[in-house]
């Protein structure tokens, strides 16, 4: 009798366990990082490296995986952006799409990506662009895509820094918002601004330039900023100086997209 007690519990929980997991409870957010229409390749070994989790040198965003992963995230890296693997991604990260310099046959954003990106986050999906500076950057069909959002990245090159004079890269007068809690001073290197229309709004602006923005549009959210920005050389202090809070600026950046991703 005792036995069958036993077991009828173990067959209650098992239910109870599959039904959570079934509806979601136990499901972890899955964080996507483009690596089609940023491909750059290493020229002495030919593997992908630039703004990719795996890169652990200046150029990547291991650090930044690491956070998301601390906070109990999954990260990928996505090939191609098949609307059968956005539906399975809570957040989707495109950064520096390529140019003919850095990629002798970049990967445009086309039309069927902007249509499929734009329906997947009307469906709830959190997009976070990090785009570059003018020379550095595919603005044309990237803003393709953008301008669904109301969003237009300039062909411009703000916050120039002359060697080390970090101090030229420095934002200070931060607003109220999620993004700059705690955080008193940033760095922004060589980056874009962006016009800005419909229901997309200014999260940073500087002498009138819009520098950060973000649109919550249809279940979903967007989330734009004109440089690469947290990658490993400028997240922590190898290079910056303690001043700089790139690092808990980042961590916030994580913090709000994870936050959205419980909304949908």
Not at 182 to 188: A, D, E, R
Not at 245 to 255: Q, S, V
Request: with cysteine.
């Amino acid at each position: 009798m005792e036995r069958e007690k036993v077991f009828k519990r173990i067959v209650f929980i098992s239910l109870v366990i599959s039904v959570l997991t079934f509806t979601g409870l136990f499901s972890q957010p899955v964080v996507g990082l483009d690596n089609w229409f940023n491909h750059e390749t290493d020229a002495r070994t030919g593997s992908p490296f630039h703004y990719l989790w795996t890169d652990s040198a200046f150029s990547g965003y291991s650090r930044w995986g690491a956070i998301f992963t601390s906070r109990g995230a999954k990260i990928f890296t996505i090939a191609k952006p098949y609307p059968a693997f956005l539906k399975k991604l809570s957040i989707y990260i495109i950064v520096d799409p390529d140019t003919t310099t850095e990629s002798p046959k970049p990967n445009y954003i086309l039309s069927d990506d902007v249509a499929s990106i734009k329906k997947w986050v009307e469906d709830g999906g959190i997009l976070a662009v990090l785009a570059n500076d003018g020379p550095n950057c595919e603005f044309t069909h990237l803003n393709m895509l953008m301008s669904q959002f109301g969003m237009r990245f300039n062909h411009v090159t703000l916050h120039q820094v002359t060697g080390d004079d970090f101090e030229m890269g420095a934002s200070t007068n931060l607003p109220d918002h999620p993004l700059f809690k705690g955080v008193k001073k940033i760095y922004l290197k060589d980056i874009s601004d962006i016009n800005l229309s419909g229901r997309a709004k200014s999260i940073l602006t500087e002498n009138g330039k819009v520098i950060i923005a973000e649109n919550k549009f249809g279940k979903g959210y967007v989330f734009a900023i004109g440089d690469p920005w947290i990658y490993n050389e400028y997240i922590d202090h190898d290079r910056l100086p303690a001043s700089f809070d790139n690092r808990k600026a980042a961590e916030n950046l994580t913090d709000m997209l994870l936050s959205y991703t419980k909304k949908k």
